[in-house]
């Protein structure tokens, strides 16, 4: 299977106009036209891996505390989408296996980001390796990190599948040679930038070291941001909102 990157890659789903890291994000996403989309996933305390970006349940979920302590069956019945619009109270927090299986069926890429708790770096590991290693899915997919530890772990459990290395202002290396030599040295084939950190040269050693690039931000990415950076050389953007590129995806 040829692995490319589209231009556009829904933010844990379409995080703007829908409860973020839902199935029902990812469907909305599959209504605009996206081709890909972005997830984060972390474990259960019996190990079965699922949708969150946090640390804690606090924000997303009708949850408390970190989900480490809790089983998964005891996390699905938490309502997963009020904090975003009370008509969302019926959205539950869904399984990387459930949304593999979605996206195999409608025919969209998957990033996988690993957000390990504190202390549970390999059991997400395997447990997400355990997963994708069983679980029978055509849809193309990628997995990545800010941590290097669970990177490492993943490429040498899996050393076909495509891995990403996520960067912010917090953990950018003043050694641009230095950081793209551990890349290659560790097999990483694509690196996420922060859209704060991006310059002309990160991009230009970007390619000159054979590297796929995107970009992400804490916020949504504006169309006329989003050109300057593709002239730049970025091959894709996390958006969370996709209202403004209907024209570009449509075209997909």
Known sequence: MNFYLPKLIGHR?????????????????????????EIDVKISKDKIPFLLHDDNLDRTTSGKGIPTQYL??????????????????NLYTPTLKEVLQYCSQNNIGVNIELKPNIG?????VLAVVKLIKKLKFSCP??????????INLTRKLLPESYIGILLDKNNMYNNYQYFFYKCKKNN?????????IISKKLVK???????????????NIKKTEANYLWNLGIDSIFIDNPRSYKKILNSN
């Open 188 to 196: 990483i084939n694509i690196c996420g930038f922060n859209k704060k």
């Open 120 to 124: 549970f770096k390999k059991a997400t």
């Open 13 to 37: 789903g379409i995080k703007d106009l829908a409860p973020e890291n839902t199935l029902f994000s990812i469907i909305k996403a599959k209504q605009f036209n996206l081709r890909w989309i």
């Open 205 to 219: 050693t970007s390619k000159k070291y054979g590297m796929l690039i995107t970009v992400y931000s804490s916020k």
């Open 72 to 89: 998964y069956k005891q996390i699905l019945n938490l309502d997963a989408g009020s904090w975003f619009d009370i008509k969302f109270k």
């Open 141 to 150: 997919y990628y997995i990545s990190s800010f941590d290097w530890y669970s």
